[in-house]
């Protein structure tokens, strides 16, 4: 019964790392709320996230901020970039896919963009919070681990697109989890995706790391 409860067992291990996810969730919804910061908030919380699954967290709150201060600049850059290529490309994407002849290959295009988008977003904002590089190298390293390691890339971006393709497909249930999803679920979806962006990263970072 008191190993059960030591604060070293695996169940003990467990809820803290669930209550620590709760709380960077909640953090993350508050610094994304003027919707500008959302790029420096999502890199405090891969920052958070790669130090959870290194075992490396400390106190979750400050280190929060202590990472969204530092990532502030470069992430606010990136979101407004992606949103000046995504939205415009969404919307382009659904007028061309009614429309028929030489416009159907717009709506190609359109396709293209929105998918290059939503890989780039699916790994620059992680990449920033483990490297220091320029924007534009920080999108070209993006773009090239994106595209060579496609099953990862694939499943981040499943994970991440979840909650709107079931919004989509099942409003209803949508809705009953909806309290859960808001509690919970950016967080979450940062640390499943941290797992599988590890490997990938792992060969970048010094070697006494």
């Known amino acids: 019964m008191f190993s059960f409860f030591s604060p070293d067992s695996k169940f003990m291990t467990t809820v803290s790392r669930f209550v620590d996810?709760?709380?960077?969730?909640l953090l993350f919804l508050l610094t994304s709320l003027p919707i500008f910061t959302i790029g420096a908030g999502s890199a405090a919380l891969y920052t958070l996230c790669f130090r959870m699954l290194r075992n490396r967290e400390g106190g979750i709150v400050k280190a929060y901020f202590q990472a969204f201060g530092e990532n502030?600049?470069?992430?606010?850059?990136?979101?407004?970039?992606?949103?000046?290529?995504?939205?415009?490309?969404?919307?382009?994407?659904?007028m061309f896919f009614h429309m028929e002849g030489m416009l159907r290959y717009v709506f190609a295009l359109c396709l293209l963009i929105v998918v290059l988008a939503v890989f780039l977003a699916a790994y620059a904002f992680p990449w920033i919070s483990q490297?220091?590089?320029?924007?534009?190298?920080?999108?070209?390293?993006?773009?090239?681990?994106?595209?060579?390691?496609?099953?990862?890339?694939?499943?981040?971006?499943?994970?991440?697109?979840?909650?709107w393709i079931l919004l989509a497909v099942k409003p209803d249930f949508f809705l009953k989890i909806s309290f859960l999803l808001l509690v919970l679920y950016f967080s979450a979806a940062a640390y499943m995706s941290t797992a599988l962006l590890w490997k990938v990263f792992k060969p970048f970072y010094p070697e006494e790391n």
């Not at 996810?21 to 969730?25: A, D, E, K, M």
């Open 131 to 163: 490297f220091r590089n320029r924007i534009g190298d920080v999108l070209r390293n993006c773009l090239i681990l994106s595209l060579s390691h496609l099953p990862q890339t694939v499943c981040v971006c499943a994970i991440h697109l979840f909650p």
């Open 72 to 94: 502030f600049r470069q992430g606010t850059a990136l979101w407004l970039l992606f949103l000046f290529f995504f939205l415009p490309g969404l919307l382009y994407f659904d």
């Open 21 to 25: 996810l709760i709380v960077l969730n």
